[in-house]
Structure formats: C-alpha cells, structure tokens
C-alpha cells in the first residue's frame, strides 16, 4: 500500500494530531481525538496554483494537475460530513477541476467515533453519522477487530483486490456491531436543540449576542482556518519564474489561497472602503454564513460540530456557547 | 447565467480567461479611461445589461468591471476609474495593442423585458452612470417598446463627467429628457446647470404616475440610501427602484464568498443587480 499510494493518516506532530503524509505504518494513531486542522487541506490545497499565463501575451494555460492515487485514512464522521458539503459546493454547479481532481484521485477511509472527543458536539449538528463522502469506513468492533464498509465502487474495487486482508463477517460480529451503533446513538445525542436556528440567526441581526464579541475577538482567523466546512478562498496574481528558467519575469501564474472572512483585508476593495469595519459585524458574518446562508443554499449547517474552532481560538469564543445564546439560553 | 461563447471552455474551467487585446483607449476624465478591446470570444460573446466581467491584468491581479456596453453596439467596451489599486493602476499604464484576460459574463442582468411598457427613470451618481450606461442604450436600441425616458446625473465637479458627447446627444434627442448636477463647482468651470447633491434633482421631480416608472439607480452605496428615500417621497415603491450593487469578488461564481451579503446572498450569482427593497431588506447591504 504504503509504495502505491501516498497516505495521510493522523499522526501525532508535537503536541497534536494531524493529517500527514504516511511513512511508517505504526505511526497512525487510533487514538479518537480528532485532528487539529481538518481534512479540508486535502482537497482544498492550501495555496493552489491554478493557472500559468505569459504577462506580456496571455494565453492561460491550466497547470498540470497531480493524478497519483492517494488515501486519506481515519478521516472522522465530522470530516466525511464536511467533504459532502464540500462535493455540492464544488461539484454541484460549477465544476472545479483542481477540487475535483483531487476529490477523484483520493480514496476516503473513514472511522466511526466510539467516544467524543474534548470539544465534540457532532450529535447537535447531526454529523456523526455521514451516509456518503467515504469510500470505506471502519468501525472498531473489539480487539484491534474492525467491520469495513464500502460507501462507493472505489472502495468495493478496494476490498476486492485487498480479499486476503478481510475475514468473513460472523453472527457473532454483527451482535457486536449492533451494540457499537447503540453505543454510538447513545452518546452523540444534541447538546443544543437546533430546530429553528436558522431562522433565529435571520432574526438576530445585530443582537447584543454580537456586541459581546466585539470586545473579545482578535479578528485573527484562525477559527475559519481550522474549520473543516470553510472554503473561503483569494486569488492572486503573481510572477512565477520557474527554476529552470530563473531569469524569466514573463511567466505569471494565478494562485488560490485560503483567506477568513474574519480578517479586515476580505472586506477591503480598492480605494480603502471596507464593507465591515466592525470585528462583531464579521463575526456575524462568519456565523450567518455557516447556519442561514449555507442550510439556505445547501440544506445543511455549515458546522459538523467539530469543535476545532473551540480549541484554537486564542480568546476562547465557544460556538456552543454561541448557540446556546441564540437560543435564549444564557451560558 | 447567460451561455458565453466561451462555454464549454469556461465549464471544464471558469477560472481560466481569455485573451481580449486593447484596441483603442479614451480618457474618460482625468480618473478613468475607456478600454476599447477585441478578440474573437468578444465578438461572439452575448451580454445583457447590468452584468459584470473579471478582468484579468497577466501578473498583476484581477478585478471586477461592470459592462458600460450593449450588443447593440460593434466592439466592446470597459470604463475603468482608477481607484489606486493594483489592477486598475496598471490598466491605466496600459497601451494600444496590450493582452489583457477577461473572463464573464457573470451576474444577474436588469431584466429589461419585464419593463417593456413602462416609463424609465435612470439615477446615475457619479461612476454609477456606467451599468446603467448599458440599460440607457438597451432602452434607446428598443426605443419603441418603452414609454418616456427621464436620466439623471450627479458628479463632485463638472470636469468629472463621463461619455460627454454621448449625454449632449441624448438631451438633444426628444424622446429623452437629461438632468445634470453638480456638487459644487467654481467660476471657471461655466456651468450653468443645476448645482448640489443629486437628491436636490430627485427631490424635484415632476412625475405625477410614480406606479408606471421604474428607476435605475446607481453609485457609491450611501447615495442609494438618499436616494431611496428621496424616491420613496415622491411616491416610488422599493420594488421599483433596481440597483447595482459592487462587492469584491475574485471567482465570479458562487464560490469565494467574497461578495456574500448577510451569509446568504452572493452578488455575483443573486445580483449585482437587486431591487431596492431586496438590498434593504438585506443586513449590511447597505454597507
């Protein structure tokens, strides 16, 4: 496996978990904490180059895309539920080639959560038990035991060709399968009731919920960052001489970077006039877009209840917190 | 989104533009010039008015320009202010003969046919005038499917009036009316029209049928907000009053999220052409 594809699995890097590029197959970790940065940077790539074109005659050309199979493996429920959003927002209408690409050329192995993890509240936003975006999942029955589902033909390709790798399922499994999913039911239940909350977030417009942040966030962005259903993205423009050519300033490329709606440069247009001077107004912004803007377009939240903005954030803004707030309910 | 002629090309990639040469350059006024261009997608490419294109400067970056144009017209046009930005500077440094990248149509258009019948109202505040240009001359190429036709057109100073020969050839027409106004100007400037912010003209107005016009307006968003309400006094309902609203946009399509308005509405794809009482309705709309 390991010199036919190149891996990601979640290792530990520091102080925290993350998806890397795998080496050495004992480096992978079960262990159910999620990762610090999401998947997204998977299929989102980070900084994208898109185009090359000549700065003097045009002529844009795509750049040449990697098509090498590759396998991100242990992506968690809240991962695969993001990647689903990502296929309709990528997908749906207009098709981008570069998130495509990499969509195609990456085979999903998910992992069902047995536990929660420190800041989990996927059970409130439904997202701990994805139905597609995954090409196998696992799920731990015991002992290092695990049942291994195929969500789509690359993944029943996948168990076929690997047939000595898996056993029979037995009567005996399926008992403890059911009594995993239970287990699972039971504990990924809502914190905070969600019925109506879009239409609270249309009705909370400018609310004191928001002035509180005011004080409070450092507009730094790390949140949008981390955030597994974030896409915002910038593109740039910029001279890219390559290395064999060092000297040549006529080639140009176009570049995607992910940006955050947090900072006050992604609301700044030429001349200077930024449409949201305020840090609240951006944060509300950053909010309405996740729970009215994208369950709008897309029918779904635009948060799976990761928490990973709950254990970045340098000042401690809680989005259950946030929802607990919307709802009336003082935290 | 209207078909492009580029279409199956910008499906496989909506990211990649096209090559479009400039033709010919006219200063507008001393911040904003005209791009004349050419190149054989424009000239297969269908437009409305209202929409927008993204103009790509090869290393520089890219930026979004409202069409000034109609199909009526041979070639294809973009004003371009200079706002001291990276794009538009550099355009402004650009010569007859230089390649430049363009990708679009995008946005919503005015939908000028739900208009046939009725009376025009155009409100062009400053560099406003250019979406609307491209309505004034869809209206003017149809002449005869709408009813009276009224602009009006407000800059900071007279030397900042754009297409000069254009509007002196509308106000001698007699199937249009033209009303101009000044911010404020000095003795040299010979101006002899009115003088004062443009709601001092919308204040005025001697429309009697307020319910059988629609108004076009356009220009920098706190104009809308006077200007809507100078309109709302004079008896014009929100749902009459088209607007064009500017936001940053980098993808033209949706996806960046860079002109999403109050989390749900992208100006690129639900816009940038809205009623008055859609943006109001609208958090930070109005912005």
């Known amino acids: 496996m390991l010199s036919e594809y190149l891996i990601f699995a979640p290792q530990l890097f520091k102080s925290d978990y993350d998806f890397l590029p795998l080496k050495d197959v004992d480096a992978i970790s079960f262990d159910f904490d999620r990762t610090r940065m999401s998947a997204k940077s998977i299929f989102l790539i980070p900084e994208q180059t898109m185009m090359t074109a000549s700065r003097t005659q045009g002529n844009a050309d795509i750049v040449k895309l990697d098509k090498r199979p590759q396998i991100l493996f242990g992506a968690r429920p809240c991962d695969i539920t993001a990647i689903n959003l990502f296929d309709r927002v990528f997908l749906e209408n207009y098709v981008d080639p570069y998130y495509q690409n990499e969509r195609e050329r990456t085979v999903i192995v998910g992992i069902r959560c047995k536990e929660k993890c420190r800041t989990c509240f996927c059970g409130t936003m439904g997202s701990h038990d994805p139905k597609t975006g995954f090409d196998l999942m696992l799920t731990e029955l015991e ?38 999913m239970n287990q699972i039911n039971s504990i990924f239940t809502p914190d905070v009731p969600m019925v109506g909350s879009r239409s609270l977030m249309e009705y909370s417009w400018q609310d004191e919920l928001w002035k509180k942040y005011e004080e409070i966030c450092l507009s730094c962005g790390q949140c949008v960052f981390v955030c597994p259903t974030c896409w915002c993205f910038d593109v740039k423009e910029k001279i890219a001489a390559d290395d064999s050519d060092p000297g040549n300033i006529d080639k140009t490329a176009r570049v995607r970077r992910w940006t955050a709606c947090l900072l006050k440069d992604f609301h700044t247009v030429s001349g200077g006039h930024v449409f949201k001077p305020k840090v609240a107004d951006r944060l509300e912004m950053y909010y309405n877009h996740k729970l009215k803007g994208v369950s709008e377009k897309y029918g779904v939240w635009g948060c799976v209840g990761c928490g990973r903005c709950v254990s970045t954030c340098p000042v401690g803004i809680d989005i259950r917190d946030s929802l607990k707030t919307l709802r009336g309910e003082e935290k | 989104m209207i078909v492009t002629s580029s279409d199956k090309k910008f499906r496989e990639n909506p990211f990649l533009p096209f090559n479009a040469t400039i033709i010919g350059i006219d200063q507008l006024n001393p911040e904003a010039k005209n791009f004349r261009l050419d190149s054989p997608e424009l000239r297969k490419m269908y437009y409305e008015p209202g929409q927008f294109m993204q103009v790509t400067v090869y290393g520089v970056g890219e930026c979004v320009i409202g069409i000034t144009d109609t199909i009526y017209n041979e070639g294809f046009e973009l004003a371009v ?16 003969g230089d390649i ?91 101006w002899t029209e009115d003088v004062g912010l443009i709601t001092t003209l919308t204040d005025k107005l001697d429309i009697k ?3 059988n016009w629609i108004v076009f307006c356009c220009g920098p968003p706190i104009a809308f907000k006077f200007i809507g309400k100078s309109l709302n006094s004079r008896g014009f309902h929100d749902d009459q009053i088209y607007v064009s609203l500017e936001r940053k946009m980098k993808c033209g399509i949706g996806l960046c999220n860079q002109c999403l308005i109050s989390g749900n509405k992208h100006v690129c794809l639900d816009g940038p052409t809205f009623t008055l009482g859609e943006v109001k309705s609208l958090p930070g709309g109005l912005d």
């Not at chain 2, 202010?81 to 007859?96: A, C, F, R």
């Open chain 1, 143 to 180: 002992n290092n035991d695990f049942l291994v589902e195929s969500g789509s033909s690359k993944g029943e390709k996948m168990i076929r060709s690997n047939s000595p790798l898996f056993g029979n399922l037995t009567n005996e499994n399926k008992q403890t399968f059911i009594t995993v």
């Open chain 2, 81 to 96: 202010l200079n706002t001291g930005g990276l794009v538009t500077s550099y355009l402004h440094n650009m010569k007859v």
């Open chain 2, 100 to 190: 430049i990248g363009l990708r679009g149509p995008f946005g919503k258009p005015f939908p000028m046919q739900q208009f046939i019948g009725k009376n025009m109202l155009f409100i062009c505040a400053g560099i406003g005038f250019w979406p609307i240009r491209s309505a004034i001359k869809h209206v003017l190429a149809n002449r005869e499917n709408f009813g009276e036709m009224l602009a009006i057109f407000g800059v900071r100073s007279p030397h900042l009036f754009t297409f000069i020969e254009e509007i002196d050839a509308w106000s001698a027409r007699e199937d249009m009316r033209i009303q101009r106004t000044v911010d404020s100007c000095c003795d040299e400037d010979n």
């Open chain 2, 209 to 211: 049928d307020p319910e």
